[in-house]
């Protein structure tokens, strides 16, 4: 089965860490440049962080720039956001979306994996 699935997220306080991954299954990520969005209630869906099939430093939405990390594993099929010194608006579902660079173009997005940051 094609998919992406995501995972990591969770109740965290204030200030704390979260690891989220994004995982491919079906098909390899190699032709695929990832983008990581998040939608908070009654808000619209933004992105948050992208990384290219050969960009190793990825690219960051203001609001978090210096706290989230975004990486990838290819040989795992994988790709992580790094979120540490986590905010209450940085609660929201985050989703990952797995974009080829390369002719047809598939995208492919995951289910979310909600992040709630409370004390």
């Known amino acids: 089965q094609v998919q992406v699935v995501e995972s990591g997220g969770g109740l965290v306080q204030p200030g704390g860490s979260l690891r989220l991954s994004c995982v491919a299954s079906?098909?390899?990520?190699?032709?695929?440049?990832i983008r990581w969005f998040r939608q908070a209630p009654g808000k619209e869906r933004e992105g948050v962080s992208c990384i290219s099939r050969s960009d190793r430093s990825g690219n960051y939405e203001d609001s978090v720039k210096g706290r989230f990390t975004i990486s990838r594993d290819n040989a795992k099929n994988t790709v992580y956001l790094q979120m540490n010194s986590l905010k209450p608006e940085d609660t929201a579902v985050y989703f990952c979306?797995?974009?080829?660079?390369?002719?047809?173009?598939?995208?492919?997005w995951g289910q979310g994996t909600q992040v709630t940051v409370s004390s």
């Open positions: 079906g098909f390899t990520l190699d032709d695929y440049a």
């Open positions: 979306r797995a974009g080829e660079t390369v002719t047809p173009f598939r995208v492919y």
